[in-house]
């Protein structure tokens, strides 16, 4: 089954407590994109990959750190995870940057 | 910088009715206007989308109308049913790249 898959689902940790969620998809996706969303503003995108080892930045990228190392992988990561990082997290992938993005179910993050 | 801008943000109408959703967007460079829906729980799914050298696309009951002019794009779904009730998002991206804005999404309700 095609699919974009988000580990973890449900995570609550402290301030300062370095994690990563992981991203995977297994329709061989060049574009890969991750999103936050919190009530009242949408969807806001934190970084995007148009290919391996190509990464930027979108509009919300402070206090977040990506790689994309192989095609199928795109980990976020939070060094230092601060209050406000608290939120739903989106992974997603398409064929190219503006075509059909597949979204993953969603990690909520509670940062404490 | 880049905004998009979605209008209204509840809606509720009666099955059987149309509803329109409208969004607008500040950089003039923009030229790819996907539409998502989300369901309760769910990531979100591409539902429609228009590049800027169409003014019009449909799809059934859905349609997706352009005013570069004007920089807005509107979503039309006629002969609207309960399982239309979700959240739906307008966004807008520029000439090939990864980048893609997000309206603040409206919530849909279609009344049985």
């Known amino acids: 089954e095609a699919q974009v898959t988000q580990n973890p689902r449900y995570l609550i940790t402290v301030t300062g407590k370095k994690l990563t969620v992981t991203c995977s998809q297994n329709?061989?996706?060049?574009?890969m994109s991750w999103y936050r969303q919190d009530p009242g503003l949408g969807l806001r995108q934190i970084y995007y990959?148009?290919?391996?080892?190509?990464?930027d930045k979108g509009d919300v990228p402070e206090g977040y750190k990506v790689s994309r190392k192989e095609k199928r992988n795109f980990p976020l990561i939070l060094e230092s995870p601060s209050p406000n990082q608290t939120s739903l997290y989106f992974c997603?992938?398409?064929?190219?940057?503006?075509?059909?993005?597949?979204f993953g179910p969603g990690t909520r993050l509670l940062v404490l | 910088g880049e905004n998009v801008e979605q209008h209204p943000s509840t809606l509720s109408v009666q099955e059987g009715d149309s509803a329109v959703i409208k969004c607008t967007y500040s950089?003039?460079?923009?030229?790819?206007f996907p539409w998502y829906k989300q369901e309760l729980g769910k990531g979100p799914q591409l539902i429609i989308d228009?590049?800027?050298?169409?003014g019009e696309k449909k799809d059934q009951r859905i349609a997706v109308t352009l005013n570069k002019t004007a920089k807005h794009f509107s979503l039309h779904i006629t002969e609207t049913q309960p399982e239309d009730s979700a959240v739906y998002f307008c966004?807008?991206?520029?000439?090939?790249?990864?980048?893609?804005?997000f309206g603040q999404g409206t919530e849909l309700s279609v009344k049985p």
């Open positions: 997603a992938s398409s064929f190219q940057g503006q075509e059909t993005q597949y």
């Open positions: 329709m061989n996706h060049e574009y």
């Open positions: 990959s148009m290919n391996v080892e190509v990464t």
């Open positions: 950089d003039s460079a923009s030229n790819y």
């Open positions: 228009i590049r800027s050298n169409v």
């Open positions: 966004a807008a991206s520029w000439w090939q790249g990864g980048k893609l804005i």
